[in-house]
């Protein structure tokens, strides 16, 4: 819904008669031959320059809204049904923002005549009757935006997608680079798509406890299928779509003013089982198979770096492919990485950032990844994931199924753990929120590399030169291998 227009504290459309502030203004020439009103005016009932300004704020917006309304009826015609929610918008926008500026909240006619007190529907026809002028014929808009004329606006559950992501969940977005934007817009709208698979494109606001009862079913017998031979959704998967619309139905209304309308949503969870976790690399699988020379040679030379990146610094993978040339501290006393939030890039947590020093055959990885950095992969974290776990796989260096690229980091964690490293430094390398209260910067990066030393894995200097040999043209700046 659009807000009211601030306008320059100038007087225009201002005119003082006596003391008394009125609203003056020409109908514009381009909506002459739509509005018969030549020009426009109306006592703002104030004798204070600044209350004057507000409520002609409020009536030229109520009048801009009502020629662009008059403007979309002349243009379409018999219109689509997104054209007329939009005119129906704009009239009742003229019609809350009229109510506004005669001191009234717009009320609709059915809360006046059930709800609201007698005075106040009193109060509403008087002022009905005070605007009426010498005929005493009372003003259609007047009596539209005091007596509750104006149908209400209708939003589909498509169009409150599209405003929830044009305008509402603009800080969700706002430091995400391009693929993580649409890889966040992708999960909203599918979840947003299953709902309208389930009960069509309705109004948002014709969604009742019992729909979204019946949508909860729905996704039931998914998570539990009757058929024995169905493969059952996961419940944190039925939990994340019902969540999304949720969410959805909560922000809009919050949006347009209506924090307090119950969410039909609410109270919707499945139980999930606990995760399942991704087991570690063992020690002796990393040392005998994956840093054995020439285990990941003919591999694009990237991906054999970040592997070997991997190892030693326990860092999520996202966090490795999407490091800059200036996230390398090479040639520093003690050589580290650094993990940063940037105003074209998320990290996970605020907690994830820090600062890790490079030991062992990170070090050396790290060095010839520098000059370059990963820019094949960087924010493409789909495409690095399908080609390292296809590598991986075909040259059998998964221990086991449920191994996955994950392992290094989860080993990294547990080698720490094993070597009784402190846990306030675990959970700073790691990027993991700490439930110890926070002292200092978590230690020098001479400390945190020396207790890094502790868990080392011991390496062939063959794998390096294996690399280098089979990497000439790349390290010099030529062509990759695919």
């Known amino acids: 819904m659009v807000g009211v227009m601030k306008r320059v504290d100038d007087n225009s459309y201002l005119e003082q ?14 909506f002459a031959h739509l ?61 809350t923002v009229k109510a506004l500026a005669s001191g009234f909240t717009y009320q ?3 809360h006046l005549a059930t709800v ?83 009960a069509g494109d309705i109004a948002l606001e014709e969604i009742t406890r019992d729909l979204a009862l019946n949508y909860q079913k729905h996704w039931a017998k998914q998570v539990r299928p009757k058929d024995q031979n169905a493969k059952p959704v996961a ?42 976790e991704v087991p570690p690399f063992s020690s002796n699988w990393v040392r005998e198979k994956i840093l054995a020379p020439g285990a990941t040679r003919k591999w694009r030379p990237e991906l054999q770096l970040i592997t070997l990146m991997l190892i030693e610094t326990g860092c999520r993978p996202s966090e490795i492919i999407n490091l800059r040339v200036e996230d390398f501290h090479i040639d520093e006393p003690v050589p580290y990485i650094s993990i940063r939030a940037r105003t074209d890039r998320e990290v996970k947590t605020d907690t994830s950032e820090r600062d890790i020093p490079l030991v062992g055959i990170a070090l050396e990885a790290a060095k010839r990844a520098a000059p370059k950095a990963f820019a094949h992969y960087y924010d493409k974290g789909e495409l690095f994931s399908a ?6 796989r075909n040259r059998g260096l998964l221990e086991s199924p449920d191994h996955k690229i994950y ?58 030169e294996l690399f280098d040999r089979e990497n000439v043209l790349w390290a010099v700046g030529g062509s990759a291998k695919s």
């Open 35 to 95: 509005d018969s009103r030549k020009r426009i005016k109306e006592s703002l009932g104030t004798t204070s320059i600044d209350q004057a300004r507000y409520k002609r704020d409020l009536l030229a917006e109520a009048d801009d809204h009502y020629w662009a309304s008059l403007k979309i009826a002349e243009e379409v015609g018999p219109s689509s049904s997104r054209e007329t929610s939009e005119a129906v918008r704009r009239r009742y926008r003229m019609a």
């Open 116 to 198: 609201a007190p007698l005075e106040e529907a009193l109060a509403r026809l008087l002022a009905v009757h005070q605007n009426a002028g010498p005929a005493e014929i009372p003003k259609v808009r007047d009596a539209e935006a005091l007596l509750g004329g104006a149908p209400k606006p209708t939003v589909s559950v498509s169009e409150a997608f599209e405003v929830y992501v044009n305008e509402i969940a603009y800080n969700a977005q706002l430091y995400k680079s391009p693929n993580q934007r649409a890889s966040w817009e992708k999960t909203k709208r599918t979840s947003v798509q299953y709902f309208i698979d389930f």
């Open 407 to 464: 392992s290094f980091r989860h080993a990294f964690e547990k080698r720490m753990q094993e070597a009784n490293i402190d846990y306030g430094l675990r959970c700073l390398l790691m990027g993991h929120k700490t439930t110890r209260p926070v002292y200092g910067d978590g230690g020098s990066l001479e400390y945190r590399r020396d207790e890094l030393l502790k868990i080392i894995h011991p390496f062939d200097p063959r794998v390096m």
């Open 108 to 110: 609709p006619i059915d």
């Open 235 to 276: 419940p944190n998967t039925a939990n994340r779509h019902i969540g999304n619309i949720r969410s959805l139905y909560a922000d809009y209304f919050k949006h347009i003013g209506e924090e307090e309308r119950p969410n039909p949503f609410r109270n919707m969870h499945f139980k999930a089982k606990a995760r399942t």
């Open 387 to 392: 080609n390292m776990m296809k590598n991986f």
């Open 17 to 30: 008669r006596g003391r008394v502030w009125w609203y003056n203004r020409r109908v514009p020439s381009k």
